[in-house]
């Protein structure tokens, strides 16, 4: 009798972890993205980067900016941008009223249940460089997120 007690338990348990694993879509919006293969966001960009770089080299490897400034001192600031996740999630954007009834009285009630909305979440990462008489003098990187509804 105690064996088959232990079992049932044993058993409950097992239904009750796989219940709680709830698969997420497989669409391509809402899993997260790496980015791709070709960005510099995967090589890790600072890495990459050596004081005394020329433009030129940085191009090479980088490719064009998002952005390019002149300093009032004359050096020339790049400013690049990468995307290094996007995802989505479903968070509530309102309140809806449900009509129901009381289980225990019976009695009609209203219930109020949140509403869910997909919302995308980009993290994007820039990196701005400074060159100094055309040779990379400093840089600085900066994580940022964007959010946005369908």
């Keep these: 009798m105690k064996s088959s007690a232990s079992l049932c338990l ?21 899993s997260p993205t790496a980015p791709a293969a070709s960005t510099p ?13 020329t433009e030129v080299e940085i191009r090479s490897i980088w490719g064009a900016p998002k ?20 995802a989505q999630k479903m968070v509530p954007t309102d309140m809806k009223e449900i009509p129901t009834y009381d289980p225990i009285t019976g009695a009609a ?18 990196i701005v460089l400074q060159l100094k008489n055309g ?9 940022g997120e964007q959010r946005a509804f369908n």
Excluded at 41 to 53: D, P, T
Excluded at 68 to 85: A, C, K, N, R, W
Excluded at 109 to 126: D, G, L, R
């Design 10 to 30: 044993l058993f409950a348990t097992t239904l009750l972890f796989a219940g709680c694993n709830t698969p997420t879509s497989t669409s391509a919006t809402a």
């Design 41 to 53: 966001a995967v090589k890790e960009q600072s890495k990459n980067l050596r004081k005394g770089m």
């Design 67 to 86: 952005s390019v400034h002149t300093s009032p001192e004359g050096d020339t600031i790049l400013v690049y941008q990468f995307d290094v996740l996007t």
């Design 109 to 126: 009630i209203v219930v109020k249940e949140p509403v869910f909305s997909p919302q995308n979440v980009t993290v994007y990462q820039t």
């Design 135 to 143: 040779a990379l003098a400093s840089w600085a990187r900066q994580l």
